[in-house]
């Protein structure tokens, strides 16, 4: 079995270099490998696989996963059939299932990177290194740093940038203005001795300040996410004010484990954020994974997405091909996954409207639920499906409002911006992309829990 290798051991070239060796990395290496291809993964701080970070994989991503021989050997980790949604109305959870019975996994972020590593550094074709800087020079030339210089210029046919959402040093994402807009803070907590409503389910709390997200990731151990919307403003601890705020929504099975773990466990934050997708710089280097976009983790899919833009670019015979069919594929999971977070957060009229609208139609329709699922779990790219199950919650919501409340329809109108901007033609999509995280400055920043929570998920990574 081969291990990680020193820096004087790597060569002058390889076929392709990849930067960062988390799940899209690992990943990209894994592909380009398969294909006959030598390769260098680099990476600068393996101990950043311990944040609180992604966890659940849709079944798109396990099949990637599954047919490059990364899950071989995996012993932690559970099978996801879908999401559970807690509606908090009083008439019951709602299942989604993915369909035709796949499956998706959950595994906690740092044992399922570790695993990756450990797998992708089997291959006699990758040359993993650890505790390096890498800076892509140009499409073709990487420089390695360590410890701020030069250490080594390495050359290949493709430069692979996989190095997470805060790859600031990419000069395309700079200069196309593409910068993250920041959403909300997610608290990481575990619990144990409790049980999830449905086991094998994803659940998906609503009725709090933000959604919360809560899967089972092994035996014992349940995660939850629970989501500060950037507009809510928490005072004082931060544990009292989340026990607070959601001890009321969370299901009984899991309150009680919340109520005990709270004070004793440490509690993991991150900021959430969105960056539309880019696939390649003006340079000719290729992202992949959080380096080209970032979405809210609500819908789970920043892996799953990791996973397939790693197949696509070892597929592709070229760099504009594969950025061409990753952007047209990855834009109508982008507006879901901004909608669907909308939709759960906002409390004005419409918004309102909207979100039951959305609960009764998933209440009332199979193949609604069904064609959510294929959407979500990115099984489906289609912008007909996507503008056809859109367009039914807007116009049931719209058709309630206006018995109702007929003013209530203007306000509706500004949800068929993600329908209408699946519609865009190719070459204005860069555009409306930007466009479709919604009135991104009336979610105002709570400076001070911002800067703190900011430091301390720094000084977790460090
Ligand atoms: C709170 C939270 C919850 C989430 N939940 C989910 C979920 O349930 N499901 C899901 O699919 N997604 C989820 N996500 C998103 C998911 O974590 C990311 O989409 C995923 O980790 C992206 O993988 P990546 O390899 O692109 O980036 P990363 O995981 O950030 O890995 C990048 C790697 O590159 C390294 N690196 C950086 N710069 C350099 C450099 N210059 N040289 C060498 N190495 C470098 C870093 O050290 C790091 O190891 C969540 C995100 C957050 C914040």
């Keep these: 079995m081969q291990t990680r290798v020193e820096l004087k051991n790597i060569r002058s070239s390889y076929d392709t270099i ?73 008439l019951g959870p709602i299942r989604l299932d993915y369909p035709a019975g796949a499956s998706g996994l959950a595994c906690e972020h740092e044992t399922f990177v570790t695993h990756l590593r450990r797998r992708v550094v089997e291959s006699s074709r990758v040359d993993y290194v650890e505790g390096v800087r890498a800076q892509p020079a140009d499409g073709r030339v990487v420089r390695l740093l360590v410890r701020g210089e030069e250490a080594k210029l390495v050359r290949a046919e493709r430069v692979v940038v996989a190095s997470g959402r805060s790859s600031r040093h990419v000069d395309a994402l700079r200069r196309a203005n593409r910068e993250q807009v920041s959403i909300s803070l997610m608290a990481g907590l575990v619990i144990t001795n409790s049980e999830l409503p449905l086991d094998g389910y994803g659940h ?81 280097v290729a992202l992949v994974g959080d380096a080209a976009g970032v979405s809210h983790p609500l819908t789970a899919m920043g892996i799953t997405m990791s996973l397939l833009d790693a197949e696509a670019l070892a597929e592709a015979p070229t760099l504009s091909d ?98 209408c901007a699946s519609l865009h033609p190719q070459r204005d999509v860069m555009r409306a992309r930007s466009l479709s995280w919604a009135d991104p400055k009336r979610w105002a920043r709570s400076g001070s829990f911002l800067t703190r929570v900011s430091i301390e998920e720094e000084q977790h990574a460090n």
């Design 204 to 284: 998906v709390i609503a009725g709090g300040p933000g959604p919360v997200l809560a899967y089972r990731i092994s035996k014992d151990r349940i995660r939850l996410c629970l989501d500060v919307p950037n507009a809510i403003r928490p005072v004082g601890n931060a544990r009292e004010w989340i026990w607070k705020s959601f001890a009321e929504v969370l299901p009984a099975s899991l309150r009680n484990g919340v109520r005990d773990g709270l004070p004793r466990a440490s509690l993991s934050w991150a900021v959430n954020g969105f960056r539309p997708r880019c696939y390649q710089t003006d340079s000719q």
């Design 322 to 419: 594969y950025a061409a069919r990753r952007s047209s594929q990855s834009y109508i999971p982008e507006l879901l996954s901004n909608a669907i977070y909308q939709a759960f957060v906002r409390n004005d009229a419409g918004s309102l409207a909207i979100r039951e609208s959305i609960f009764r139609t998933w209440r009332s329709s199979r193949a609604h639920r069904s064609r959510t699922m294929n959407l979500l779990g990115a099984a489906s790219t289609s912008r007909v499906n996507f503008v056809r199950a859109f367009s039914r919650v807007a116009l049931r919501a719209g058709a309630g409002a206006f018995r109702t409340e007929p003013s209530l329809v203007a306000e509706l109108a500004g949800w068929l911006r993600w329908p």
């Design 18 to 90: 990849v930067i960062g060796a988390g799940p899209a990395g690992c990943a990209t290496a894994a592909c380009f490998a398969a294909r006959g291809a030598s390769v260098l993964l680099v990476e600068s701080n393996p101990k950043a696989a311990r944040r609180f970070a992604g966890e659940w994989i849709h079944p798109e991503g396990v099949r990637i996963l599954s047919n490059s021989g990364l899950l071989e050997g995996l012993r932690e980790g559970f099978r996801g059939h879908g999401f559970v949604v807690c509606p908090n109305d009083g």
